[in-house]
């Protein structure tokens, strides 16, 4: 496949009357002071969010020896506050979509830190389960949030490199708890409970201030729903009471879902592509300790450092993404997530070479992740930017219930060999469906945002 540039037309198509007033005050490259606001707002949000998303794993035998259960039942746990969090997906996109984004980040970050304080303060194994059920409520309004806010306050000349520094920060939010958790157990008298103290206020923290600030400082053509956009059918729901123009939106939503099946068609990618990731996410820190005989410090530091070159990669993807079809970018990145896999799996590997290929596993999809959030961007409509981000959100969220309870159970039946070759062949089959998305769909990836096939 080659690389063909996208062209770059009403470069700030999507942005509100307010923010168009604001372009004589720009920052360098001609970026708006409030879409510079809003970025580091919701990245921000991103990484707190995504330190929720991962504070099992640097500590699973931990876990696992102080609640007497197998891997495979935390496994469970994390399945439970991944299945939790796709249920809410489309009910976010809903809020977001219809009455207001503030609000809807308001609720996920503050869930999200109820549920870790119950989990700091969990007595027993299901308790862990109701700290993770309630974590996934809170979680699951990041995305439908975060996406139709950043879109509608970012230039569209500029959403790949946006969207890029929004990952950048996520992947920042999933390398930080392998470090606050060792960090804070290393001092005398603290454990992991302290730990998931310690990022449940930040997470609390976080999100007062960057509600008051959306609320003060960011206009509400960026912070309310894109309702004008709508048909009049639609558009009028602001009359309705929240329970009727709820139903009304839901069944209308759904008749829409199925039919857009480019974005359904992006949502079984997510989740194939999710299953891998987080098939190397929950467990390269046991494979490395008890495969390759990884430090155990070294093995959990290992996880920060395939984030924080995730991290790396993200940027670097975002500007592949302003530059270029997201297609062959995303193909890409799935094929060597699919060698450094394999690699793994193979136990040809010494120690140190082991830790390299663990963090470049876990690390150069993230090349693809700007490219796939513009290619959602390309195919949606500005009125549904949040339930379409959220019909994705969800098939991320079915591979991360799927990952940890299958390969879990599959290292504790057949060994890690087959475990991770398993991953391996996950990550092979998101190129393959990457390439039939690119091929059936392809006048709709090859137009830049906000415009349609045939436009002028």
């Not at 809807?104 to 007595?123: F, N, S, V």
């Not at 949502?267 to 390759?292: D, R």
Request: aromatic share 8%; net charge negative; proline share 5%.
């Amino acid at each position: 496949m080659v690389l063909v540039p996208l062209p770059h037309r009403t470069p700030f198509y999507g942005l509100g009357a307010s923010a168009r007033l604001s372009m004589a005050r720009v920052l360098p490259e001609g970026i708006p002071r409030e879409t510079a606001l809003v970025v580091g707002l919701i990245s921000g949000s991103h990484v707190i969010n995504h330190m929720y998303l991962v504070l099992f794993p640097p500590i699973m035998a931990i876990l696992a020896a102080e609640f007497e259960v197998s891997l495979a039942a935390l496994g469970v746990a994390m399945g439970v506050q991944a299945f939790v969090n796709t249920a809410f997906q489309l009910p976010y996109g809903y809020l977001a979509d219809n009455y207001d984004r503030t609000l809807t980040l308001g609720l996920c970050l503050g869930l999200g830190a109820l549920g870790t304080a119950i989990l700091a303060l969990a007595p027993t194994f299901e308790w862990l389960l109701v700290g993770q059920a309630i974590l996934g409520i809170g979680i699951a309004g990041h995305h439908p949030s975060h996406y139709s806010l950043l879109a509608d306050a970012t230039p569209e000349a500029h959403r790949g490199r946006a969207f890029s520094v929004h990952g950048f920060a996520g992947n920042l939010g999933f390398a930080a708890p392998p470090v606050v958790i060792v960090g804070v157990m290393a001092l005398p008298g603290l454990g992991w409970r302290h730990a998931f103290g310690l990022i449940a206020v930040v997470g609390a923290l976080y999100g007062l201030v960057a509600c008051v600030v959306l609320a003060r400082r960011v206009s509400n053509d960026v912070t309310r729903p894109n309702v004008s956009e709508r048909t009049p059918a639609t558009a009028d729901g602001t009359s309705e009471s929240l329970v009727a123009g709820w139903r009304t939106r839901f069944v209308s939503g759904g008749r829409e879902i199925l039919e857009t099946p480019a974005i359904l068609a992006l949502g079984v990618l997510a989740m194939v592509a999710s299953t891998a990731h987080w098939g190397v996410t929950s467990y390269v820190v046991v494979l490395l300790e008890e495969g390759y005989g990884v430090a155990s410090g070294t093995a959990s530091l290992t996880l920060t450092a395939m984030f924080v070159t995730g991290a790396a990669f993200i940027l670097v993807g975002g500007d592949l993404a302003d530059r270029f079809t997201p297609g062959p970018i995303l193909t890409g990145a799935y094929l060597l997530v699919t060698v450094f896999v394999l690699a793994l799996a193979s136990f040809a590997l010494g120690p140190l070479a082991a830790v390299v290929a663990a963090v470049l596993a876990g690390s150069v999809g993230s090349l693809g992740t700007p490219a796939k959030d513009k290619l959602a961007d390309v195919l949606s409509a500005r009125a549904d930017l949040g339930r379409n981000f959220a019909i994705v959100t969800i098939g991320i969220m079915v591979g991360n219930t799927i990952a940890p309870p299958l390969f879990g159970a599959i290292i504790e039946t057949a060994g890690f060999e087959v475990a991770f070759a398993s991953v391996g062949a996950v990550a092979l089959l998101s190129a393959l469906l990457t390439a039939v998305i690119v091929v059936r769909y392809r006048d709709g990836v090859t137009v830049p945002v906000g415009g349609q096939p045939g436009d002028d």
